[in-house]
């Protein structure tokens, strides 16, 4: 069983049942702390919609908490909903994060990385 992520009825993620569950409420927990919601809707036939403009915006928003941030364990459990939300940020056909630091570009090159391992 999957959960599968979709903007528009056009498919992004189709992970795991337990793996969307997990993404999509750490993604709102975040969504929260950042102060955005996250543009993940999720609906009763057990897909979640992913609205694009909201999403960026949410995403935008954790890049920049986490940038700022300076509370080791805190990074490390945004790592993770980060990385995932840039691979859908990309497959939503998002505006990439603009040009920033090596640290970015780190976490962009970690990110692709991830993205083969995430079926749509």
Same mark, same amino acid.
């Given at each position: 069983? $999957?959960?599968?992520?979709?903007?528009?009825? *056009?498919?992004?993620?189709?992970?795991?049942?337990? %793996?969307?569950?997990? +993404?999509?409420?750490?993604?709102? $927990?975040?969504?929260?702390? %950042?102060?955005?919601?996250?543009?993940?809707?999720?609906?009763?036939?057990? $897909?979640?919609? =992913?609205?694009?403009? *909201?999403? #960026? *915006?949410?995403?935008?928003?954790?890049?920049?908490? +986490?940038?700022?941030?300076?509370?080791? *364990?805190? #990074?490390?459990?945004?790592?993770?909903?980060? =990385?995932?939300? =840039?691979?859908? =940020?990309?497959? #939503?056909?998002?505006?990439?994060?603009?040009?920033? $630091?090596?640290?970015?570009? #780190?976490?962009?090159?970690?990110?692709?990385?991830?993205?083969?391992?995430?079926?749509?």
């Amino acid at each position: 069983m $999957s959960y599968p992520f979709q903007t528009a009825q *056009t498919p992004v993620w189709d992970p795991a049942l337990r %793996v969307g569950q997990v +993404y999509l409420g750490q993604a709102r $927990s975040v969504a929260e702390v %950042v102060g955005a919601p996250s543009g993940l809707t999720p609906l009763r036939n057990g $897909s979640c919609d =992913l609205d694009p403009a *909201t999403f #960026a *915006t949410f995403v935008d928003r954790l890049l920049r908490f +986490y940038n700022e941030g300076r509370h080791p *364990t805190l #990074a490390q459990l945004l790592r993770g909903v980060l =990385l995932v939300s =840039l691979v859908l =940020l990309q497959r #939503a056909g998002g505006p990439p994060p603009p040009p920033g $630091s090596a640290a970015l570009d #780190a976490l962009l090159a970690e990110a692709a990385a991830l993205e083969p391992t995430m079926p749509s």
